[in-house]
């Protein structure tokens, strides 16, 4: 797929139009490490994060990742 800034910004339009014709409000996707420091951090801002710019939050509980994706885990 060929893709521009232009397309991209237009395509968001279109999609923003017309959830708004449906009434329907941005939806935001949280996924929460119920071990992990800094889901901790940000689970007490979602509360302020969805009053202040009117979203639906949909939060999802997620295990920890493979090593493939966290190969120097004792940093994290």
Do not use: N, W
Request: glycine share 4%.
């Amino acid at each position: 797929m060929i893709t521009s800034p232009g397309l991209r910004t237009t395509r968001r339009k279109l999609h923003a139009a017309a959830r708004r014709i449906r009434g329907r409000q941005p939806t935001v996707h949280y996924f929460h490490q119920a071990d992990d420091p800094y889901s901790h951090l940000a689970a007490q801002t979602l509360e302020a994060l969805a009053e202040r710019y009117r979203i639906e939050l949909r939060c999802h509980l997620v295990p920890a990742p493979g090593d493939s994706a966290a190969p120097e885990r004792a940093r994290l």
